[in-house]
Antibody, heavy 120, light 110 residues
């Protein structure tokens, strides 16, 4: 059974960089049928797409976050990561990693989520 | 890209049917048959309920069904049960390897 697990700090200071890692177990990240994505959910609010990465390294970002986001993949560790630069309180959210189907663009496996608070 | 439009709330008594709408544009919902629906219980990760407009993953009850007409997709939950009470989100492929979500609908089983 595929499992995704987010890891990273729960508290980040304003203007710093938020960094999270998603570890994939029970399957290979080097799958031609899937992308690997990040989604966030501010407290009490809806889901927001952040972006995705393919095992070959190609990455795609939400235009509204494009200037601050980098998503990388490490196939040797079966992990992918999120860096969000210059954070503010508006970036406080639960961050989810998920598997995205290459065709169909649906998210069929999700991590449990990692709450990141931006505060000094 | 703008979020897809969903009603903030929906409700119905046990055993009845409820339909939740998800309105986008020709650049997302109307342009592709790549609409999916997710159920989220409080404090949990979303769970895929419908993909590619009408398809159900294994394990999802057939009480859940999806459809689309033009720029509007819909999720219908038939034979409402207490455990169906949750938040529901639609999403769609929006071109250029991007995905857009709806604002979410809180479903209450009366």
């Amino acid at each position: 059974q595929l499992r995704l697990q987010e890891s990273g700090p729960g508290l980040v200071k304003p203007s710093e960089t938020l960094s999270l890692t998603c570890t994939v177990s029970g399957g290979s990240i080097s799958s031609s049928d899937h992308y690997w994505g990040w989604i966030r959910q501010p407290p009490g609010k809806g889901l927001e797409w952040i972006g995705s990465v393919y095992y070959g390294g190609s990455s795609y970002y939400n235009p509204s976050l494009n200037s601050r986001v980098t998503i990388l993949v490490d196939t040797s560790r079966n992990q992918f990561s999120l860096n969000l630069r210059s954070v503010t309180a508006a970036d406080t959210a639960v961050y989810f990693c998920a598997r995205l189907m290459y065709y169909g663009d649906y998210l069929d496996y999700w991590g449990q989520g990692n709450l990141v608070t931006v505060s000094s | 890209q703008s979020a897809l439009t969903q009603p903030p709330s929906a409700s119905g008594p046990p055993g009845q049917s409820v339909t939740i709408s998800c309105t986008g544009t020709s650049n997302d919902v109307g342009g592709y048959n790549y609409v999916s629906w997710y159920q989220q219980h409080p404090g949990k990760a979303p769970q895929l309920m419908i993909y590619e407009v009408i398809k159900r993953p294994s394990g999802v009850p057939d009480r859940f069904s999806g459809s689309k007409s033009g720029n509007t997709a819909s999720l219908t939950v038939s034979g409402l049960q207490a455990e169906d009470e949750a938040d529901y989100y639609c999403s769609s492929y929006a071109g250029s390897n991007n995905v857009v979500f709806g604002g979410g609908t809180k479903l209450t089983v009366l």
